[in-house]
């Protein structure tokens, strides 16, 4: 495979208005130019993604974010702590032309983030501005997190793929607000007490909840119906186990317990588990601390609910 040419194919897709498969290392992405709105049309209508969900801004460097977005001290700090990586932040917009009003679902305000992912570090060098990427699934199916998922769920509207193998991290990045007081609007990687250890507490999400990706009630669902925090699965549903819990049974997120394991294998396990014959998926417990936070947030809106 040479990646040279791949990423000169996918950066020239991209400037002719069209959509490439994109790994990071949080989930693959369905990737397009910012500042097109035809372009980002495509991307909304591939996915079947409601047009008043905002899509995040993937920038190569601080450098660039500080163009299209206003950037506060608690920003600065923040970037400098997570960035690359996966961490997004809800800023005022700076720049409208180059993330256009459709990507930004009308707001006053854009969603940035640089990504770790070499190969999508590659992809935005060569472009030289700014792209959306949401996760490379129909919207509120779950997020792919390898090159053969996205291939099978957007592949057919990508003018070129990146084959960037399993993604690390497995969870959506991120998101913070800082509009006002800093907020937490969706957890993930990044954990609440990494933020607060730099930024100081972090307010309820509601107030800017609209302006943060995956915010729907029901997003990242199999087509399976999923119940959450089970401890006695029924004989006809799919079991995922976590920890001594659900041991034999394949689809174990994490044999050890360990939360990152979980979240690298969350999406990944949910697709196995609808692809079966049974009647339902069934979740064992997952402690809500540290990374736990975001992977009950997901499967929480999975099973079609949030609180």
Not at 119 to 140: E, K
Request: net charge negative; hydrophobic share 50%; charged share 20%.
């Amino acid at each position: 495979m040479d990646k040279a040419a791949d990423i000169a194919k996918a950066a020239a897709a991209l400037q002719h208005g069209g959509l490439v498969i994109l790994p990071t290392e949080t989930v693959y992405g369905l990737a397009a130019d910012a500042g097109n709105a035809r372009a980002v049309a495509a991307v909304y209508e591939a996915k079947g993604r409601p047009a008043f969900n905002p899509l995040i801004a993937h920038v190569a460097d601080l450098a660039t974010a500080r163009r299209i977005a206003w950037f506060d001290d608690r920003a600065e700090q923040l970037a400098a702590a997570f960035w690359p990586g996966p961490m997004t932040l809800v800023l005022p917009i700076a720049d409208e032309t180059a993330v256009c009003d459709l990507a930004r679902a009308g707001l006053d305000t854009v969603a940035v983030r640089a990504p770790a992912h070499p190969l999508a570090q590659a992809l935005l060098a060569a472009f030289g501005g700014p792209l959306v990427a949401p996760s490379a699934n129909r919207s509120g199916r779950p997020s792919p997190t390898t090159f053969a998922d996205a291939l099978d769920e957007t592949g057919a509207a990508a003018a070129a793929a990146l084959d960037g193998g399993p993604c690390v991290i497995g969870l959506e990045s991120t998101v913070v607000s800082l509009l006002d007081a800093p907020r937490l609007l969706r957890p993930g990687a990044v954990t609440r007490a990494e933020i607060e250890a730099v930024i100081g507490p972090l307010m309820e999400a509601e107030a800017d909840a609209k302006r943060s990706p995956g915010r729907l009630t029901r997003h990242y669902a199999p087509n399976l119906p999923l119940r959450l925090n089970v401890t006695e699965p029924r004989p006809d549903e799919v079991w995922l186990g976590f920890g001594a819990m659900g041991l034999p049974e394949p689809l174990n997120l994490s044999p050890v317990g360990d939360l990152a394991e979980a979240a690298a294998k969350l999406f990944a396990y949910l697709r196995a588990a609808d692809r079966s014959t049974a009647s339902g998926i069934a979740v064992a417990p997952i402690p809500d601390e540290g990374l736990g936070e975001a992977i009950n947030d997901r499967l929480r809106r999975a099973a079609g609910f949030v609180g």
